[in-house]
């Protein structure tokens, strides 16, 4: 908690000195307003539920993003933890495309698919699936095989000690997956937003930039932060309580 309110008194200081330079001249008040006259603008556009609204469209895409890549991403780890034939199957195509930039594959998903929901949601969709298959695969190859050979040695089926041995005990290495793709999905929809879309937070920040409705455009990256800093908060929370059985050194920060 201590840390907390040290943060928010650094935070409010670099305010009230960003306040007093841009008050007294130092720098140009056109590209750096004061923050009083942002805050104000910031609530008049929550008011109104622009701002909301904006951030509603970006958070629905990158969300969607991540929920297909999860449920793609967690069988194929999980299956490739387990199994040295469809590892040897997919490392490969893995090991190529895992180093693409996510921006990078945003010309092609316009070609293809537009400048609609769809190439948002696929880009984002791209972005997370890699931090999830890998880390669902390194906790799958890491569950010790007498917890298979157990539930084997029981009658289990394959599938069902996929669902009912591996995955939990490769819980935390999921959920330490699917906590870098958390921020790294609401990154690459404001992104994708940027270069081809016609609403959403990312392109209304680009927007009031290229406007020079500055107040706005800081107000804009004011909501996301805002927003990033809610989804990330969340999604921590979900996931300590998803993984609360294991210890302090395994459950993801």
């Known amino acids: 908690m201590r840390g907390w309110f ?8 670099l305010a009230i000195i960003w306040e007093a330079v841009s ?3 130092v720098v140009s008040a056109l590209y750096f307003p004061p923050v009083t006259t942002i805050a104000a603008t910031f609530a008049r ?5 622009l701002l909301p609204g904006q951030v509603g469209l970006t958070l629905g895409r990158a969300l969607a993003g991540l929920a297909l890549a999860a449920l793609c991403a967690v069988p ?3 299956a490739m933890g387990v199994s040295r034939r469809f590892r040897g199957l997919l490392s490969p195509l893995v090991e190529i495309l895992r180093p693409v930039p996510p921006p990078a594959v945003i010309p ?6 537009g400048i609609g929901d769809g190439m948002k949601v696929f880009v984002v969709f791209f972005a997370c699936l890699f931090p999830i298959l890998v880390g669902a695969a390194d906790g799958a190859r890491a569950v010790a095989p007498g917890f298979r050979l157990t539930a084997a040695a029981y009658g289990v089926s394959r599938l069902d000690a996929l669902w009912g041995v591996v995955l939990p005990a490769a819980g935390p290495s999921v959920a330490a997956g699917l906590r870098t793709a958390v921020p790294m999905g609401l990154i690459v929809a404001v992104l994708a937003e940027m270069i081809g879309a016609t609403n959403g937070i990312g392109h209304y920040i680009l927007r009031m930039q290229r406007t020079f409705a500055i107040p706005e455009m800081y107000a804009g990256v004011a909501a996301l932060g805002l927003a990033g800093l809610g989804v990330n908060a969340a999604a921590q929370g979900a996931l300590a309580r998803l993984t609360r059985w294991a210890g302090p050194g395994d459950a993801p920060q």
């Not at 556009?45 to 539920?49: D, Q, V």
């Not at 092609?108 to 698919?113: D, E, I, K, Q, Y």
């Open 6 to 13: 040290s943060g928010i008194a650094v935070f409010l200081g």
């Open 23 to 25: 008050r007294l001249g």
């Open 45 to 49: 556009l929550s008011l109104s539920g």
């Open 76 to 78: 194929l780890g999980l």
């Open 108 to 113: 092609a998903a316009m070609l293809f698919l």
